[in-house]
T-cell receptor
Framework: AQSVTQPDIHITVSEGASLELRCNYS??????LFWYVQSPGQGLQLLLK??????LVQGIKGFEAEFKRSQSSFNLRKPSVHWSDAAEYFC?????????????FGQGTTLQVKP | NAGVTQTPKFQVLKTGQSMTLQCAQD?????MSWYRQDPGMGLRLIHY???????DQGEVPNGYNVSRSTTEDFPLRLLSAAPSQTSVYFC??????????????FGEGSRLTVL
């Protein structure tokens, strides 16, 4: 079955430190991949997306993600975390051949930033 | 620039009551969907629609009904609310089509409590 897994439920990093959030997918072919961020009490905002081409994609707020086909991964990174990055992060995927917008989401990773 | 609008933002129901969560988008998106968000479970798809007059079930459809009479609106109905339906509900929309990346645009959510 198609699935998206985020192995880390909760991560704490110090402000200014680097960040990597993990995401693994299980699909028959390369899916379209997304990272969303959710601030407390808010809806989800798209950070970045990958559907083809360069495997390193840049997003908003200084985030980037790297698609690795061999590892079925799409990890999110940021070189230097700011206190405002504290939020919940969701990885999502859908089949590239799909003609709907039906996304499957991972369980989410909550990021806490220490001062 | 409204995007996706959900109402109400908060609702408390008693077991057995019915209600409708409203969702409207002004981006002319073909695809609309409803997700529920529960702690540790990410977002799970309830129902979705690829256009007016077309709806389909997602991962957790039981206890919910939807209809899509216009492109803009996609209401979610709870016919007889149960405590297990206590959750945060998100409406999301996107452009559909095989060659579109299909990133979802989310509303701000509706927090429902069933007593």
């Amino acid at each position: 079955a198609q699935s998206v897994t985020q192995p880390d439920i909760h991560i704490t990093v110090s402000e200014g430190a680097s960040l990597e959030l993990r995401c693994n997918y299980s699909y028959g072919a390369t899916p379209y991949l997304f990272w969303y961020v959710q601030s407390p009490g808010q809806g989800l905002q798209l950070l970045l997306k990958y559907f083809s081409g360069d495997t390193l994609v840049q997003g908003i707020k200084g985030f980037e993600a790297e698609f690795k086909r061999s590892q079925s991964s799409f990890n999110l990174r940021k070189p230097s975390v700011h206190w405002s990055d504290a939020a919940e992060y969701f990885c999502a995927a859908r089949p590239g051949s799909s003609n709907t917008g039906k996304l499957i989401f991972g369980q989410g990773t909550t990021l806490q930033v220490k001062p | 620039n409204a995007g996706v609008t959900q109402t109400p933002k908060f609702q408390v129901l008693k077991t057995g009551q019915s209600m409708t969560l409203q969702c409207a988008q002004d981006m002319n998106h073909e695809y609309m969907s409803w997700y529920r968000q529960d702690p540790g479970m990410g977002l799970r798809l309830i129902h979705y629609s690829v256009g007016a007059g077309i709806t389909d079930q997602g991962e957790v459809p039981n206890g919910y009904n939807v209809s899509r009479s216009t492109t803009e609106d996609f209401p979610l109905r709870l016919l007889s609310a149960a405590p297990s339906q206590t959750s945060v509900y998100f409406c999301a929309s996107s452009l559909a089509g095989t060659f579109r990346t299909g990133e979802l645009f989310f509303g701000e959510g509706s927090r429902l409590t069933v007593l």
